[in-house]
Nanobody, 125 residues
Framework: VQLQASGGGLVQAGDSLRLSCAVS????????VGWFRQAPGKERIFVAA????????YYEDSVKGRFTISRDNAENTVYLQMNSLKTEDTAIYYC???????????????????WGRGTQVTVSS
């Protein structure tokens, strides 16, 4: 299973970006895909996740109302639409996949089995 994140870039505060996570080797309908981010000098933290079986979504509190996770089953791709970006959203964003996650573990990076390389998002003021 491979995950490829893309779509990062340099934007100004208030702008939008859409990140993509292309998955190969497994259908996204069979497992959960999550997004995490790591800011400079900080630990990697959970951002959002979408379950394969139910399409239920989960968000970290600071991105609720601004970020939307979705998926395209035909493209086997998960998206993270990021609106009203803030400077504190600057980070490397990673997508990850797992098949053993339950609601209480969605935010736990150790619960994910597969990781893609990150994509840099930089938000300037």
């Amino acid at each position: 299973v491979q995950l490829q994140a893309s779509g990062g870039g340099l934007v100004q505060a208030g702008d939008s970006l859409r990140l993509s996570c292309a998955v190969s080797g497994r259908t996204i309908r069979s497992f959960t895909v999550g997004w995490f981010r790591q800011a400079p000098g900080k630990e990697r933290i959970f951002v959002a996740a979408i379950r394969g079986s139910s399409s239920s979504t989960y968000y970290e509190d600071s991105v609720k109302g601004r970020f939307t996770i979705s998926r395209d089953n035909a493209e086997n791709t998960v998206y993270l639409q990021m609106n009203s970006l803030k400077t504190e959203d600057t980070a490397i964003y990673y997508c990850a996949g797992g098949s053993r996650l339950i609601m209480s573990t969605m935010g736990n990076e150790n619960a994910y089995d597969y990781w893609g390389r990150g994509t840099q998002v930089t938000v300037s003021s």
